[in-house]
């Protein structure tokens, strides 16, 4: 019973995430796209931590690659993904909730470029709105 219930914790968080990233498509592509320009870093991706409040943060290669060490390898796939990650057609995040990580992977209708350009909005504010929205999320 109490594997069940964990369970449906773990599909509950991940779904409401699905349907956040649905709804928010082109503001988490323009936020995507904006913070690789602003940090100039390739070896840094976008990262969701859900706890304790919904959060955006930055997740670089290296952690990752010791996150994978110290999970005997679980990240491997998403390493590979991120390896091939074209920032300027496909938007990559990772999400952080309840002990596990999920991959967000898309190919958004308008580019990254094209979605921050019709965004117009500073990178402070588009951050602000969107953990205002996943705070009103109820992911776990």
């Known amino acids: 019973m ?5 369970n449906q914790v773990q599909e509950k968080w991940q779904w409401e995430l699905d349907n956040f990233v649905n709804q928010y498509k082109t503001k988490l592509s323009a ?5 690789q320009q602003e940090w100039q870093d390739g ?9 304790p409040q919904p959060h955006f943060v930055s997740c670089d290669r290296k952690s990752l690659e ?3 060490n110290n999970t005997k390898g679980r990240l491997q796939e998403i390493l590979g993904l991120i390896d091939g990650y074209e920032t300027e057609k496909e938007v990559l995040i990772i999400a952080i909730g309840e002990g596990q990580v999920k991959l967000i992977h898309f190919q958004p209708d308008i580019t990254p470029p094209d979605s921050f ?7 402070d504010r588009l951050i602000k709105e969107l953990e205002t929205a996943l705070g009103e999320k109820n992911f776990f």
């Open 117 to 123: 350009a019709a965004e117009n909005q500073d990178i």
């Open 66 to 68: 010791t996150l994978n």
């Open 2 to 6: 109490f594997s069940n219930q964990k």
């Open 43 to 51: 070896d840094s991706i976008l990262g969701i931590d859900l706890k």
């Open 31 to 35: 936020l995507a796209w904006g913070l």
